[in-house]
């Protein structure tokens, strides 16, 4: 059972916009900063968001983040087979700790 | 460019230490930036935080691991490790271990990852 709850798929068309949620408490996403990881099939997380809206080099601008206060949100735009992936949202915990959601597969039809 | 790369038996007996290294190149360990995590993620599952290490040789540990797990730095090396005691079915796992930044607290780059299986 994760600390951060996510929706278990997704879904959406070539070209369409798509939205992850992802809903926490008061003592991570709450007082924190949300990340966003995606993992591509068989690959190793990488790095999306970070501190709720900041994207690193090399992430395209179709993908955005939001946070609002427990609960935040992975939106992309534009939507390309590529992004057929599984997705994480993640932030840091009043224990200290890193917690994630359980990850939302997000399927391009 | 940043690489890490995990390495350590593949397959660990029920009840025994479960000992993974990462290597890592094209920057040092030792940087203050930076601290160094172990993340697991079991097969269909979603991603556990193991812990962290700064190379001020701080240690942090996720509460339902902490009396197993120790998490050590090899400056001399530039590697981390992670070590897992008294292991069980339900520690078979991807083990990934990463490098996170001090001022954004992400993980930003990340090992391929390496399947432990517990088993007898």
Redesign the interface.
Known sequence: QSVLTQPPSASGTPGQRVTISCSGSSSNIGSNYVYWYQQLPGTAPKLLIYRNTQRPSGVPDRFSGSKSGTSASLAISGLRSEDEADYSCAAWDASLSLVFGGGTKLTVL | QVQLQESGPGLVKPSQTLSLTCTVSGGSISSASYYW?W?RQPAG?????IG?IYTSGNT?Y??SLKSRVTISVDTSKNQFSLKLTSVTAADTAVY?CARGGVA?????Y????TLVTVSS
């Not at chain 2, 954004?104 to 930003?108: A, F, I, N, P, Q």
């Open positions: 995590s993340i599952k979603g991603l556990q935080w962290r942090y996720n509460p990934y954004t607290r992400d993980l930003d990340w090992g391929q990852g």
